[in-house]
């Protein structure tokens, strides 16, 4: 047992030391525009993955339960959908900065995990409300559709910050809209410019939301069912279960804001951002606003 | 054509011809999506409200540390029971009524011009209102068909070499699906609320209570609640397993149903497993101890104790008894400590029995045989919940079809042969242009 945790304690090293690296290499890819610089912090982030990996294998094979019951353990599954999203992102379409707004938010959550204290961090026996395999299927999703919104945040950042880049740049010349022009028929392929890359980040926002949003239904809805299966009733109002639904409802905002109004360019990535902040409510501001079912102090 | 630059807030059947001004302005004004958000966001900090202000009865307003003019504001708005507020409630009214506005007058429309084949267009239009334009190599029209088929394009020729191609289309419907589950959902809501009853009853082993007495007690009972059960629960065994002494795994009760026509039967119950049957359901909820079990004299009962805190003894059960010819007050602080007995004659301590143990009060022989511990069950019907995951399921559905993107490429016949490629995504816009390169780079090296 003690040995199995000594192995959890390797790869959450492994985890935050890959990422430290990451964001170091990130960073240099913007300062020194070296091309090495990215894949050196891609392979930082790989790292930090297989980290993440490695603990919640561990922990579950020596905890026995599902490694989704306490904070620190729902910071691993974070960091790890996290890693992952950006790792196929960064494999599929080989942005630009994206590495270096995903590593330091992948890396604050470790930090946070690691200060963790103890009893939020160690392994404790599930109390009934939790025996259930719902606990896999409703955390999973929840964490999963928190990582698409944190990336989408950090790409909303990153848009922004490019955005007023361009307009000191060009004083005022035109937002968003990287297009394909014509290029006589004969060369394939596309050059990047700055506005290719703003127009990819407003991009890769919305389609970040758009993968978080049906994941969050569906984190909310298992809820639902677990509710109803555990304590009768599939929606009590509780704070959690409202913030869910407060932030469900702010990226409904979003998506329709931005696929029927064509609000695009900062006031899109503002609107993704109020959704961020909703999201660090559910996640994590909950707890300290009020009691709830979620917190389980009571019997259940 | 592009659905997604053109202006969109109009409603498609708007026409004012012979409703009048009026009509028109009342759908446009009901239908807008403008009004969807700001309802969307009003709802949202209705409950964000929720979520700061204890919810319940007005004494958890009463007791937080508030100026007493803030308490008084906060009540008069039901911010104490902000989800049953007449605002709240009537803001989720209006909502519904915006919602069903805009699935007819914009949805549907919408979604009628979007599965329409997409028709040709002048080369010119294409240069004027695409961005996202390529030359293509000069190639067989039938090639070209069969290199957009392979990249799973819906393709229509024409005669004058215009080649229009869609893909996606199933995007379309993300609005409309999300919308019918969201009403579905609200229906089972009121099913729920009309036609379920919700209850408790805290059960004695052994105790056994007909199913009508508990719809009785229900703290929440609709209109048309079925509200007639023949039967009977009993409570035969209610116990706990633990990891350690003071960590609980599991409660466990196993209840006993007697039906008329169907011999008794007995079931087990558990946090996360409750038992379904004639659509009841039980469910463990909570647990206590409400009383001890004591032998007195010859005879032995269960003393019913109550909740001690009026005697500022928060959590522990007491209570005044007559033993022979003194009285005495029975105190238990919780399942796992002595029985405290205090004489009330002299207000004196007299006795304090762990389990099993004996004393002599007024000259009768007591004995604590142990804690009488009760178990909690949740007891409710609730009719709507198949419709309610039904809408879950269509709302998850129709939130997913969203991630797909609708694409619309045109493609006209230049005089050098050359085609002109160009369209349109309404998401996905980066991997719409790797596309659009692909099929090119594929007629390219195949040419």
């Known amino acids: 047992m003690n040995n199995l945790v000594a192995i959890e304690t390797i790869f959450v090293d492994l985890l935050f030391w890959g990422v430290l690296a990451a964001v170091i290499f990130f960073w240099t890819e913007i300062i020194g525009k070296q091309k090495w610089a990215r894949l050196a912090g891609a392979a930082g982030m790989a790292l930090g993955f297989v980290g993440s990996i490695g603990a919640m294998v561990m922990r579950y094979y020596y905890a026995g339960y599902p490694p989704l019951s306490n904070l620190f353990e729902s910071l691993l599954g974070l960091i790890f959908a996290l890693l992952g999203i950006y790792l196929f992102i960064e494999w599929r379409m080989k942005p630009k900065y994206f590495g270096a707004a995903a590593a330091p938010m992948a890396f604050l959550l470790i930090g946070f995990a690691s200060i963790l204290p103890a009893r939020l961090k160690d392994a404790h026996p599930l109390m009934p409300a939790l025996q259930s395999y719902w606990l896999k299927i409703h955390v999973s999703l929840m964490l999963i559709s928190y990582a698409a919104f944190f990336l989408a945040f950090g790409a909303a950042v990153v848009y922004l910050i490019l955005h007023a880049r361009n307009k000191r740049d060009e004083q005022g010349g035109g937002t968003g809209g990287g297009t394909l022009a014509l290029e006589g028929g004969s060369t394939f392929g596309q050059t990047r410019t700055q506005s290719t890359a703003l127009a990819f980040f407003d991009e890769i926002t919305y389609r970040l939301i758009l993968l978080g949003f049906p994941v969050l239904a569906l984190g909310i809805i298992t809820g639902g069912i677990w509710a109803n299966a555990a304590w009768g009733t599939y929606w009590s109002w509780d704070p959690k279960e409202t913030w869910s639904l407060i932030t469900w409802l702010v990226y409904a905002g979003y998506l329709h804001a931005r696929t029927t109004r064509d609000w695009r360019d900062q006031r899109s990535a503002i609107f993704a951002i109020v959704g961020f902040v909703s999201v660090l409510v559910t996640y994590l501001g909950v707890n300290y606003l009020a009691q709830g079912l979620h917190t389980y102090g009571s019997l259940l | ?447």
């Not at chain 2, 011809?17 to 009342?26: E, P």
């Not at chain 2, 070499?161 to 995007?171: C, E, F, N, Y």
């Not at chain 2, 002299?346 to 804690?371: I, N």
Request: charged content about 15%.
């Open chain 2, 1 to 447: 054509m592009s659905t997604a630059t053109q202006s969109q807030e109009k409603p498609a059947n708007g026409s004012p011809a012979s409703g009048g001004a009026s009509w028109a302005s009342f759908i446009r004004f009901w239908s807008s999506v403008k009004l969807g958000i700001t309802l969307i966001l009003a709802i949202a900090m209705g409950s964000i409200l929720g979520t700061l202000v204890p919810q319940g009865d007005p004494s958890g307003v009463m007791n937080s540390p508030m100026s007493d003019q803030a308490k008084q504001i906060l009540l008069a708005i039901g911010a104490h029971n902000v989800y049953y507020s007449w605002w709240f409630l009537s803001l989720l009214a209006v909502f519904f009524f915006n919602l069903a506005m805009s699935t007819w007058f914009v949805c549907l429309p919408r979604l009628r011009v979007a599965l329409k084949p997409p028709r040709p267009m002048a080369e010119s239009s294409q240069e004027r209102m695409h961005p996202d334009r390529l030359a293509l190599p000069t190639v067989e029209q039938d090639k070209l068909i069969a290199v957009l088929r392979a990249n799973r394009f819906r393709v229509f020729a024409f005669p004058n070499g215009q080649i229009v191609a869609d893909k996606g289309r199933a995007s379309k419907f993300s609005a409309l699906i999300t919308h019918i589950g969201l009403f579905t959902i609200l229906i089972g809501g009121l099913a729920s609320g009309l036609m379920g009853f919700k209850s408790q009853a805290p059960l004695f082993v052994g105790q056994e209570v007909p199913v009508n007495e508990i719809v009785k007690v229900a703290h929440q009972q609709g209109s048309l609640a079925a509200g007639h059960y023949n039967w009977s629960v009993g409570l035969e065994k209610f116990w706990m397993d633990y990891y350690n002494p003071d960590t609980v795994r599991q409660f466990y009760s196993n209840l006993t149903i007697k039906r008329p026509g169907h011999p008794p039967e007995t079931h087990q119950i558990y946090v996360n497993k409750p038992l379904r049957i004639d659509g009841v359901t039980f469910y463990q909820s909570f647990w206590g101890v409400g009383g001890a079990k004591l032998s007195i004299g010859e005879s032995s009962r269960m003393v019913d104790m109550e909740n001690a805190e009026r005697f500022k003894l928060q959590g522990s059960i007491s209570r005044r008894v007559d033993i022979g010819t003194g009285q005495y007050f029975l105190y238990l602080p919780d399942q796992r400590s002595p029985l405290q007995v205090i004489d009330l004659n002299t207000f004196q301590p007299v006795a304090v029995l762990d389990k099993g143990q004996s004393t002599t009060l007024s000259g009768e022989k007591v004995t604590f045989s142990e804690p009488a511990l009760y178990s909690g069950l949740q007891v409710k019907a609730d009719p709507g919940i198949p419709i309610v995951y039904a809408g879950f399921f269509t709302v998850v559905l129709g939130v997913a079809l969203a991630f797909i993107s609708h694409r619309q490429i045109w493609l006209s016949r230049r005089e050098n042969g050359e085609y002109l490629l160009s369209g349109v995504a309404n998401r996905g816009r980066f991997t719409f242009q790797q596309e659009l390169l692909k099929i090119r780079s594929q007629l390219g090296t195949t040419a």
